[in-house]
């Protein structure tokens, strides 16, 4: 009953949006989606509806649960905080192998502010978060459905949601983690529409992942990139943070949006980087190189800029706007100071108190003959050392003192488009559906020359595509940056970017494939030339 409730509330939402007024095409008002954008969702949610429905009779009893539902309202907590069902000396099946404290999240530990977890014996166990809750107690098993029970190889968690991947990969969340053991509620569920779809894998080409959440109830808003407040959605933002292809492709799994791999994050050095592992929590990601440079960026899909279908978007600056929009481009990557000392390649993540300001960050490693795990928080300058004596997981890396981010770089995915424009010749040499911005270099007849910044985001989707490009449109939603200078000089180039519009933020909304890139505002077309 729910499902179909969630179903007709999506069709309804659609028709609303569908049957709002035109909006002019101006960049600083990339408020909400186009009528006929958000009409060609519709057959996505089709989709979500009916392609591979079978897939959740491998576990009916979790067709339905609690996650995805919006939160309204602050926390109930029901009585004190007593951990799980176990006391201190009680005995318990748990085995000897697991930790003492989860220090560092993995794919096979993790903690929230409440709990710890931990994958052995193929179930998961879990006990109270000593180090923040100081309740000692022993593990015990997790309540886990029968149709998986047994056969979890791997968990993650952020915020108030864990999620276990099976033996075969398939995806399985439970929410209520924050609460009572009364609390916890597992589905199947992932995937349009709103999180109601069939489920999902993770993919095989995955080399590491984590879990991201964001929620009003535990971060309240943040401050976007102009220092203004906004708002969090009442579902929350969660994002399963893959690592792929050695080490550059950096995707995030949403399971409110189709279940493929076309969402993806810029990596350092505009996609080149390589990480050997990734962390993510409160919709930071975090990532580490083979040489120990540390990365770290607020990222994900509501702050950066691709949810135009309930958020007002703007690239004009928004400092001191009432009723602000989100302010672009969204935050950028970070790179932290070196860890002065030696390093292993986990490197783990997790957010404390409201706001994206403070993420705790740790890389395992030693320090004068002892073993644990080097710290800063996000906001601070420096990295100091907790010993643990806990044996060293991670692989050595080198770590030299020097700044080697651009060592051992991937090869570049921009490419090249140009064709004849508004009568100029028009050339973007440095095009990436994933790193933004690009540059359109623009030769007049008279021989006039200048350059135009083109920003650019992803969008809402509900059909599943392939990641990149391909021979079918991607709609990219796209603003070309007009310099003020430009209309204050040359007649002829002033009458050019005149006629592309009398803003600084011009919209440039692309459809764009490996042939062609098509500028749907300005009638623009070019075409791939190596």
């Known amino acids: 009953m729910r499902s179909r409730r969630l179903v007709a509330a999506s069709a309804a939402l659609l028709a609303l949006v569908a049957a709002a007024p035109p909006r002019p095409a101006l960049a600083d008002d990339t408020s909400g989606m186009d009528p006929l954008q958000a009409l060609l969702l519709l057959p996505g949610v089709i989709q979500g509806l009916t392609i591979d429905r079978a897939d959740m009779l491998r576990c009916p009893e979790l067709a339905g649960g609690t996650a995805g539902i919006p939160e309204l309202g602050p926390r109930r907590e029901r009585g004190p905080d007593e951990g799980n069902p176990l006391d201190a000396g009680d005995a318990t099946d748990a085995p000897r192998s697991l930790p003492r404290q989860v220090h560092l999240r993995s794919t096979r530990e993790s903690f929230n502010r409440r709990y710890q977890f931990a994958v052995a014996r193929g179930t998961v166990w879990y006990r109270s978060n000593t180090e923040v809750t100081g309740i000692a107690e022993p593990w015990a098993a997790l309540p886990i459905p029968d149709c998986f029970d047994g056969r979890i190889a791997g968990v993650a968690v952020d915020d108030d949601e864990v999620l276990a991947i099976d033996e075969d990969r398939w995806v399985y969340t439970m929410d209520g983690a924050l609460?009572?053991?009364?609390?916890?509620?597992?589905?199947?569920?992932?995937?349009p529409p709103l999180w109601t779809g069939p489920g999902r894998k993770l993919p095989a080409s995955a080399t590491d992942w984590d879990w991201s959440v964001v929620s009003i109830r535990e971060d309240g808003g943040y401050l976007d990139t102009a220092g203004n407040e906004q708002a969090i959605g009442l579902g929350k933002v969660s994002h399963m943070w893959m690592l792929s292809h050695g080490g550059r492709r950096m995707t995030y799994l949403d399971p409110w949006l189709p279940s493929d791999e076309s969402y993806e994050m810029c990596a350092p050095e505009r996609g080149r980087f390589r990480a050997v592992d990734l962390a993510s929590?409160?919709?930071?990601v975090a990532v580490i190189s083979e040489h120990g440079d540390v990365f770290t960026?607020?990222?994900?899909?509501?702050?950066?800029?691709?949810?135009?279908?309930?958020?007002?978007?703007a690239?004009?600056?928004?400092?001191?706007?009432?009723n602000p929009k989100v302010q672009l481009p969204s935050f950028p990557w970070v790179e932290q100071p070196?860890?002065?000392?030696?390093?292993?390649?986990?490197?783990?993540?997790?957010?404390?108190?409201?706001?994206?300001?403070?993420?705790?960050?740790?890389i395992e490693g030693r320090h004068a003959g002892r073993t644990g795990?080097?710290?800063?928080?996000?906001?601070?300058?420096?990295?100091?050392?907790?010993?643990?004596?806990?044996?060293?997981?991670g692989r050595p890396l080198d770590n030299p003192a020097a700044d080697t981010s651009r060592r051992d770089l991937a090869a570049s995915e921009d490419r090249r488009y140009s064709g004849s424009a508004?009568?100029?010749?028009?050339?973007?040499r440095d095009f990436n559906t994933y790193c933004s911005p690009a540059h359109v270099w623009v030769t007049l007849p008279?021989?006039?020359r200048f350059t135009l910044t083109l920003h650019t985001t992803d969008t809402i989707r509900q059909a599943r595509r392939a990641r990149g490009l391909d021979d079918h449109r991607r709609r990219i939603e796209g603003a070309l940056e007009i310099p003020d200078a430009l209309r204050s000089g040359d007649p002829e180039v002033k009458a050019y970017v005149d006629a592309l519009g009398d803003e600084r933020f011009v919209s440039a909304d692309i459809d764009a494939t490996l042939d062609a890139l098509r500028f749907v505002d300005q009638g623009w077309r070019l075409a791939h030339r190596p």
């Open 446 to 448: 008279t021989g006039e």
């Open 297 to 313: 960026r607020f990222y994900d899909f509501d702050m950066a800029g691709a949810d135009p279908l309930f958020y007002k978007y």
């Open 315 to 322: 690239y004009d600056d928004q400092a001191g706007v009432k």
């Open 281 to 284: 929590s409160g919709s930071l």
């Open 373 to 393: 795990y080097w710290q800063k928080d996000v906001a601070a300058a420096g990295w100091h050392f907790v010993a643990t004596g806990d044996p060293l997981a």
């Open 338 to 362: 070196k860890v002065p000392g030696a390093v292993t390649g986990r490197i783990s993540v997790h957010k404390v108190g409201p706001g994206l300001v403070h993420r705790i960050l740790r």
């Open 179 to 191: 609460g009572t053991p009364s609390d916890f509620n597992w589905t199947l569920r992932w995937g």
């Open 422 to 428: 508004g009568g100029a010749a028009v050339v973007v």
